[in-house]
């Protein structure tokens, strides 16, 4: 195994996506990673809602002036819509004499796609950029079209028409929380406990169905404890990021709203931050998440005794007594998650410390890394100073 070529390997990532999970799981697999799936919101079309349709009629009936198109998806989505209830055409027609003023360049590529131009677009890609450039036109009885992405934008919506615009509100598709949030609930445990190393957000509703499936189970700030210290929260854009970074966690985004520079950006940032090298009996011992890289292999090990591992990597060369050992395996920490609810999980003791560790050394299949040291402890076999972050 090369880290160089697969340079996730040995982490688990979680993926909360629900529109093109495959294609962020299967960039994240290729470079190693272990995926685990736990979609937060599913995606609601709205072609036969009477908001859409009375709002693509709004469009219709009168002259546009500006069209913002937040997202290319959604744009073409409207337009299937307005074509299933005979308005495509027209809808065409008045969009055609208005600025448009496209996002990114995913809705550039499908309002030139429908045969029309844009006037403007942002290099941030952000909404904020849009909404600074509409306010330095005089927008005194204009009528504004806003194709929503997913949620509402009252705060961009209401300072139009504070400047004296009409304001449409195109709300082509809306996101709900998943039906069944099992897979949620494990991911949030599984964070909470330590067992993944990072998490995907490509959309704001993804993070706010999240903390409120942790909320649910008495788990939300023990998520954001494990997102601000030890799990990686990976965004797609600062949009999807607020909400994590107004409650202080850290985020690792993309310069690119784009899947490939999120998992680009993740490549770069998940080794830096949870890799660990440690020197130890004449060889190199690399700590990656669920496994470790030892004479050139990467070696599974369970979360048990990566807990073990990491506990004693804490302090290389020092002993750390059973008892202490004790507290940081899995289970004696967070609450567990059932299908009917929350259960205490059992407290270890000293025999599970006695069977992780066990367990580690057959894992590492090399002896002479773990120490016991006789009525005290355990120990790696290392120089104390000999340590450092990978990447």
């Known amino acids: 195994m090369s880290t160089d070529s697969e340079p996730l390997a040995g982490f688990a990532v979680g993926v909360t996506a629900a529109r093109r999970h495959e294609e962020l799981a299967t960039?994240?697999?290729?470079?190693?990673?272990?995926?685990?799936?736990?979609?937060?919101?599913?995606?609601?079309?709205?072609?036969?809602?009477a908001r859409l349709l009375e709002a693509t009629g709004d469009c219709v009936k009168a002259p546009v002036d500006y069209a913002v198109v937040t997202t290319g998806i959604g744009f073409r989505a409207w337009l299937e819509a307005a074509d299933g209830w005979g308005m495509r055409d027209a809808l065409i027609e008045r969009l055609a004499p208005a600025a448009i003023l496209a996002r990114g360049p995913k809705a550039r590529g499908a309002i030139r796609s429908a045969g029309l131009q844009e006037s403007?677009?942002?290099?941030?890609?952000?909404?904020?950029?849009?909404?600074?450039?509409?306010?330095?036109?005089?927008?005194?009885?204009?009528?504004?079209a806003v194709?929503?992405?997913?949620?509402?934008?009252?705060?961009?919506?209401?300072?139009?028409?504070?400047?004296?615009?009409?304001?449409i509100e195109i709300p082509v598709y809306r996101w709900s929380r998943i039906d069944d949030p099992t897979p949620l609930r494990r991911l949030?445990?599984?964070?909470?406990?330590?067992?993944?190393?990072?998490?995907?957000?490509?959309?704001?509703?993804?993070?706010?169905?999240?903390?409120?499936?942790?909320?649910?189970?008495?788990?939300?700030?023990?998520?954001?404890?494990?997102?601000?210290?030890?799990v990686v929260a990976a965004c797609v854009g600062p949009v999807t990021a607020q909400q994590l970074t107004e409650r202080g966690v850290p985020t690792v985004q993309p310069e690119r709203a784009r899947i490939g520079a999120l998992v680009r950006a993740l490549v770069t940032d998940l080794p830096r931050r949870r890799a660990r090298l440690i020197h130890v009996r004449g060889c190199t011992l690399e700590l990656r998440g669920h496994a470790v890289v030892l004479d050139g292999q990467?070696?599974?090990?369970?979360?048990?005794?990566?807990?073990?591992?990491?506990?004693?990597?804490?302090?290389?060369?020092?002993?750390?007594?059973?008892?202490?050992?004790?507290?940081?395996?899995?289970?004696?920490?967070?609450?567990?998650?059932?299908?009917?609810?929350?259960?205490?999980?059992?407290?270890?003791?000293?025999?599970?410390?006695?069977?992780?560790?066990?367990?580690?050394?057959?894992?590492?299949?090399?002896?002479?890394?773990?120490e016991t040291v006789v009525k005290r402890g355990y120990r790696l076999a290392c120089d104390p100073v000999r340590v450092e972050m990978s990447g």
């Open 27 to 49: 960039l994240l697999e290729r470079r190693g990673a272990r995926v685990v799936h736990a979609p937060a919101i599913r995606l609601i079309p709205l072609s036969d809602d």
């Open 120 to 144: 403007w677009s942002p290099e941030s890609e952000s909404c904020a950029e849009v909404l600074k450039y509409l306010l330095r036109e005089d927008l005194v009885g204009k009528r504004v």
């Open 147 to 167: 194709q929503l992405y997913g949620e509402e934008l009252p705060e961009f919506s209401a300072a139009l028409r504070a400047a004296g615009a009409e304001v």
């Open 188 to 230: 949030v445990g599984q964070a909470v406990a330590g067992t993944v190393d990072a998490i995907t957000f490509t959309s704001a509703p993804a993070v706010s169905a999240t903390l409120a499936v942790a909320a649910e189970d008495g788990l939300e700030e023990p998520l954001l404890e494990a997102l601000r210290a030890d």
């Open 298 to 370: 990467l070696r599974p090990i369970a979360p048990a005794p990566m807990a073990i591992l990491r506990a004693l990597a804490r302090r290389p060369g020092h002993v750390v007594s059973r008892a202490e050992l004790s507290g940081v395996l899995p289970g004696r920490l967070v609450m567990g998650v059932s299908g009917n609810g929350r259960e205490a999980r059992p407290q270890a003791d000293e025999h599970a410390v006695e069977m992780a560790v066990a367990r580690l050394r057959r894992g590492l299949g090399r002896s002479g890394i773990v």
